[in-house]
């Protein structure tokens, strides 16, 4: 909630692409989660009346894209593996296949950063590392910021940097490295 504006920090500051969204009001907060911050959620949050092409293009046609909505949609369910399935509904989508639809709507904008709130937790194990193997490669192709939410040691093990928070601190900081700060 903090990291995306969603709820405020009792104290510090929170930057997105080098901006402290911590003191803006709501309606500039809603511009910079359009276009500095990507969100992917558990549940997919798909447009059910919509095509896979035509929710990629939905954020594209609030903020202030250059080019064809289309043409960008057509991209990016391209990256995530699913041109094939450019005007399918929700409905016709695998789970797998809706998460991959809500991942390239994300990345819709070119944000500097996609935040995943348990990106894997509505799909079976196969589906969930394919996932988790996107991401992976999203990152080295973009060269995104990903952020995940979970709860499965499973996906935090896939992270380059694991952060453990109890209580809402900061209890511990893996990196792959092997360093382990508390």
């Known amino acids: 909630g903090i990291i995306a504006g969603l709820d405020n920090p009792t104290s510090g500051q929170v930057l997105i692409d080098g901006v402290d969204i911590t003191r803006m009001n709501e309606g500039k907060l809603a511009a910079v989660r359009n ?39 057509q991209e990016l369910l391209g990256l995530v593996g699913l041109s094939h399935r450019l005007d399918h ?15 390239a709507r994300a990345l819709a904008t070119d944000p500097a950063l996609v935040i995943a709130d348990e990106p894997t937790g509505n799909l079976d ?17 973009t060269g995104k910021t990903f952020i995940i939410a979970t709860h499965d040691p499973v996906v935090a093990s896939h992270a380059d940097r694991a952060i453990r928070i109890v209580d809402g601190k900061i209890a511990q900081i893996d990196n792959t490295n092997g360093t382990i700060t508390q």
């Open 35 to 73: 276009s500095k911050i990507g969100m992917v959620f558990q549940a997919y949050n798909l447009i059910p009346t919509l095509t896979a092409q035509e929710n990629v293009e939905v954020p594209l046609y609030v903020g202030k894209h250059k080019g064809s909505p289309s043409t960008r949609a």
């Open 89 to 103: 509904r929700p409905s016709q989508l695998s789970g797998g296949e809706q998460q991959r639809v809500a991942i």
């Open 125 to 141: 194990a196969r589906n969930g590392e394919n996932v988790l193997k996107l991401i992976a490669e999203l990152r080295e192709q």
